[in-house]
């Protein structure tokens, strides 16, 4: 139980760190992409992710910075794609919206809503048909709800029996619109049981929590051949896209988000690991953590830009 909460809880504050860290030198120029941040939901990709195999397969949305860091565990490739440079994972032609790390399992993230969740239903069919005993975890936000191509391929996943994990990361609201404005129904778990496939929901914020929860699911792919989709809620706590608190544009309230920050997913697992650890156990763990962090900025800022000629290599058409 401790070493579990121990792993958890450098992955929750790996992704913390880094990502103030893109908020702190983000308007410095230096970092070439837009940015869709993690912060707040860092319990949902890390529970989902420290559950899943090394070998298993990983593929996401935009919101891509949680998900890599806690799948890859490495901050250098990361920083360096940030700033556009050739020691970037893919070079700098990536940047934030499209992370992907294969050796760890993330096969791809997609700037464009729902394109991954067909792709992933693609993996693990070929899982099925070579026995390999991989699973297949695709994440999306709520807004990937209202896509066509979300309902096909749940309902073929569930038609085919495919090992795959549906993980809806719901924040209730898509950009801008809350769920109330773009549903016809009320509650998108009720809409999803009805399909063949098994359905696990939670509001919590406890990595921990959100891992078991992980766990259970899996065990049920396997137990049952069938699909299982996650119901996860969470809240957003910056803009849409960039790196500031949006509170001000009317569209989200700040009451809500102090309801949240109370049971921050960072906060809430370091005071868990007060049962287990001294306070400068912990603060051993940050301090190295942000020395990696810093270091890896470093070699970001030095390193070069990859020459034109690189546009087109490693692209397919």
């Known amino acids: 139980m401790k070493d579990l909460n121990i792993e958890l809880y450098r992955k929750l504050y790996l992704i913390r760190k880094a990502e103030d860290a893109v908020r702190r030198d983000y308007f410095s120029d230096k970092m070439k992409t837009p940015m869709h941040m993690s912060t707040g939901g860092e319990a949902i990709c890390v529970g989902v992710c420290h559950a899943l195999a090394n070998t298993d397969q990983v593929m996401g949305t935009y919101r891509s910075h949680g998900i890599y860091l806690a799948k890859s565990g490495?901050?250098?490739?990361?920083?360096?794609?940030?700033?556009?440079?050739?020691?970037?994972?893919?070079?700098g032609k990536a940047g934030s919206m499209h992370l992907t790390s294969p050796k760890s399992g993330l096969i791809c993230t997609s700037a464009i809503v729902g394109t991954t969740i067909p792709v992933a239903a693609g993996a693990a069919y070929a899982n099925k048909?070579?026995?390999?005993?991989?699973?297949?975890a695709v994440f999306f936000g709520d807004g990937a709800i209202d896509e066509g191509v979300f309902w096909e391929t749940l309902n073929s996943a569930c038609v085919m029996k495919l090992p795959v994990l549906f993980v809806c990361e719901d924040n209730d609201i898509a950009v801008h619109i809350p769920g109330?404005?773009?549903?016809?129904?009320?509650?998108?778990?009720?809409?999803v049981e009805r399909f063949d496939c098994t359905v696990f929901t939670s509001d919590s914020t406890d990595a921990e929590v959100i891992h078991k929860l992980t766990q259970d699911a899996l065990k049920t792919?396997?137990?049952?051949?069938?699909?299982?989709?996650?119901?996860?809620?969470?809240?957003?706590?910056?803009?849409?896209v960039g790196v500031n608190e949006d509170f001000n544009q009317g569209y989200r309230?700040?009451?809500e988000y102090e309801k949240w920050r109370a049971k921050d997913p960072v906060d809430l697992q370091r005071a868990k690991l007060l049962r287990w650890c001294k306070e400068d156990e912990i603060r051993?763990?940050?301090?190295?953590?942000?020395?990696r962090i810093e270091q890896s900025i470093k070699k970001a800022d030095a390193?070069?830009?990859?020459?034109p000629n690189e546009l087109y290599e490693d692209v397919l058409a």
């Open 74 to 91: 490495e901050t250098d490739q990361f920083f360096a794609e940030m700033y556009g440079k050739a020691t970037g994972m893919a070079k």
């Open 129 to 136: 048909m070579q026995k390999n005993g991989k699973m297949v």
């Open 180 to 191: 109330k404005d773009r549903h016809g129904y009320r509650s998108i778990s009720e809409v």
């Open 221 to 240: 792919i396997r137990d049952s051949g069938r699909p299982a989709f996650m119901h996860l809620k969470y809240f957003r706590y910056l803009e849409h």
């Open 253 to 255: 309230d700040r009451i």
């Open 284 to 291: 051993a763990i940050e301090t190295e953590i942000e020395s």
């Open 303 to 307: 390193a070069p830009f990859s020459a």
